[in-house]
């Protein structure tokens, strides 16, 4: 193997670690955006179904701004990921689109408290910590806590 090769091998060698999960950033009502994973093994053709079962049509797939209604609510959507082998992440709580913000009162109580939601991702570091005291009290305990992530943005100049 030339020097230039073994160079090009050892650099892509960085990613035999890397599990990769195919997901979907799925938006339930009332316009609650969720991320989807799934399992490392499943097929393209089981996440096309889950989406046409969720409402999306084959012509919205990979939209921004998809012309879909969709099928489920928060709820449903949490239920149908079992039938999957899913986790949900929600994808933007702290925002117009996240559970915490959108959905107030029981509703939301029974987001958090549903066992497929593992984790939650935030904007605004003051509102991770008020959310993570809130989520210790009653009624929202969990038999399992939830994962925080937070997105980093990046300004180019």
């Known amino acids: 193997m030339s020097l230039r090769l073994k160079s090009i091998d050892d650099d892509l060698s ?10 979907i ?15 490392n093994s499943v097929n393209l053709n089981i996440i096309e179904t889950f989406l046409g079962d969720g409402g999306y049509k084959s012509e919205d797939i990979g939209k921004a701004e998809p012309l879909a209604q969709p099928n489920w609510d928060i709820i449903a ?5 079992k039938k999957y082998d899913c986790i949900v992440i929600d ?6 689109k996240g559970i915490w ?12 408290r ?5 984790g939650l991702c935030y904007l605004n570091e003051e509102q991770k910590d008020k959310i993570q005291n ?4 009653k009624p929202y305990n969990r038999s399992t806590p939830l994962a925080f992530f937070t997105i980093f943005r990046f300004t180019y100049i």
């Open 14 to 23: 960085l990613f035999n670690d890397i599990l990769i999960l195919p997901g």
């Open 25 to 39: 950033e799925f938006e339930a009502r009332p316009g609650v955006h969720l991320l989807v994973i799934f399992n």
């Open 77 to 81: 959507l949490l239920e149908e990921s």
């Open 91 to 96: 994808a933007h709580t702290d925002s117009d």
């Open 101 to 112: 913000n959108t959905i107030q009162g029981l509703g939301r109580v029974h987001c958090f």
């Open 114 to 118: 549903n066992p497929q939601l593992i």
């Open 134 to 137: 809130t989520l210790l009290n």
